[in-house]
């Protein structure tokens, strides 16, 4: 159980494109869910929280209007990347939990941007 | 945040007892203990989490010391899949976030 899943796993799209990322949870009903970001021989940064039905949370010194987050419903979210550029190239982490449960996290998607 | 500190590498002879340990001297009365792996170029795992009593799962046993200032994580036959980075996290009460450190690099030798 607690299941995770994010498409695509690795894209690759041209600089002022835009890129949507999916995150599923397979088995459970997501009233959480968290997008990460993580930077070669770094650790997971946290983008954004997000409660299904509500306006996601960004962390400080994210951009929300460059990275859009919908959690329409208790097993889907998506992050879209706007006017990608190279140094957006990373490995995009999703998690996600159900009430107070731990947090499991998807298989992430490297994107690069060229 | 409780601030962990964790040592950045260690290795473990295959099948023998890894022991993981992770310092958390600040941690408040109500905060878990929570484990995480990330094998390479995939996702973070959970592991295991405690507030004051001693865990066992499939995966790993965590022993949290009486006053709750370290813990360690024990992988109790290491294997070769056990290589990873392994982060010790302890959110505040409340709080749903994780911050990530930079864990302990984790290599079993075979």
């Known amino acids: 159980g607690a299941v995770v899943s994010q498409h695509p796993s690795r894209v690759i799209c041209k600089s002022g494109t835009s890129v949507k990322i999916e995150c599923r949870s397979l088995?459970?009903?997501?009233?959480?869910m968290f997008w990460y970001r993580q930077f070669p021989k770094q650790s997971l940064m946290l983008m954004a929280t997000?409660?299904?039905?509500?306006?996601?949370?960004?962390e400080q010194g994210v951009e929300k209007d460059k990275f859009l987050i919908n959690h329409a419903s208790l097993t889907l979210s998506t992050l879209t990347v706007t006017s990608a550029h190279p140094e957006d190239s990373s490995f995009y982490i999703c998690s996600a939990r159900e009430g107070q449960s731990e947090q499991y996290f998807g298989p992430g998607t490297r994107l690069t941007v060229t | 945040d409780a601030k962990t500190t964790q040592p950045p590498s260690m290795d473990c002879a295959e099948g023998r007892a890894a022991n993981l340990p992770c310092n958390h001297s600040?941690?408040?009365?109500?905060?878990?203990v929570y484990w995480y792996r990330q094998i390479h170029s995939q996702g973070p795992q959970y592991i295991i989490h405690?507030?004051?009593n001693n865990e066992t799962n499939e995966m790993a046993s965590l022993i949290i010391t009486e006053d709750r200032k370290s813990s360690t994580l024990i992988l109790p036959h290491a294997t070769l899949r056990d290589t990873a980075v392994y982060y010790c996290i302890v959110p505040p009460a409340g709080n749903e976030k994780l911050t990530f450190g930079t864990g302990t690099r984790l290599t079993i030798i075979p």
């Open positions: 088995d459970f009903q997501a009233t959480t």
């Open positions: 997000s409660n299904e039905g509500s306006k996601a949370t960004y």
């Open positions: 405690g507030l004051k």
């Open positions: 600040t941690i408040s009365g109500n905060e878990y």
